[in-house]
C-alpha cells in the first residue's frame, strides 16, 4: 500500500504544476490526490490568500491546519472520511460555504 500523501507534498505538486506562488493563489485545488491525503495540516497556513480550497476526494478523516487561512470563504471536503464537523476556530468569522457530502458524519451539533 503507498504511503499517503501529506498536505506538504501536495502543495508543492500543485505550485510546481501550476507555476504560480500558492502564498497568493486565491484558489487551491487538492482534490483526489494519487496517493490520497489523509491528514490535514498545519501546512495549510501557507495559502494566506486562499478563498476556495478543495481536498474533496482523499481520504481526509479530521479537519485540521486551518489557522492562518484568514480569507477562506469555501471549504470543499466532500468524498472523504470526516466524522465530527470541529476544527474552524480559525476561519468561523470568514468561511461562507462548507462542502461535506460524503462522508462518515456520526452527529452534528450545533451551538447557539
Given at each position: 500500500?503507498?504511503?499517503?500523501t501529506?498536505?506538504?507534498?501536495?502543495?508543492?505538486?500543485?505550485e510546481?504544476e501550476?507555476?504560480?506562488?500558492?502564498a497568493q493563489?486565491e484558489?487551491?485545488d487538492l482534490?483526489?490526490q494519487?496517493?490520497?491525503?489523509?491528514?490535514?495540516?498545519?501546512s495549510?497556513?501557507?495559502l494566506k490568500?486562499?478563498?476556495?480550497l478543495?481536498?474533496?476526494?482523499n481520504n481526509?478523516?479530521?479537519i485540521?491546519?486551518?489557522n492562518?487561512?484568514?480569507?477562506l470563504e469555501i471549504?470543499s471536503?466532500g468524498?472523504?472520511?470526516?466524522k465530527?464537523l470541529?476544527?474552524f476556530?480559525?476561519i468561523?468569522?470568514?468561511?461562507?460555504q462548507?462542502?461535506?457530502?460524503?462522508?462518515?458524519l456520526?452527529k452534528?451539533?450545533i451551538l447557539p
Amino acid at each position: 500500500m503507498a504511503k499517503a500523501t501529506s498536505i506538504k507534498e501536495a502543495l508543492a505538486r500543485v505550485e510546481k504544476e501550476s507555476g504560480v506562488s500558492l502564498a497568493q493563489a486565491e484558489k487551491v485545488d487538492l482534490t483526489a490526490q494519487v496517493p490520497s491525503i489523509e491528514k490535514m495540516d498545519a501546512s495549510l497556513g501557507v495559502l494566506k490568500a486562499c478563498r476556495h480550497l478543495s481536498l474533496s476526494t482523499n481520504n481526509v478523516d479530521r479537519i485540521a491546519g486551518l489557522n492562518g487561512m484568514a480569507s477562506l470563504e469555501i471549504l470543499s471536503l466532500g468524498r472523504n472520511q470526516v466524522k465530527k464537523l470541529e476544527g474552524f476556530d480559525g476561519i468561523s468569522e470568514t468561511l461562507q460555504q462548507l462542502w461535506i457530502s460524503y462522508n462518515m458524519l456520526e452527529k452534528m451539533v450545533i451551538l447557539p
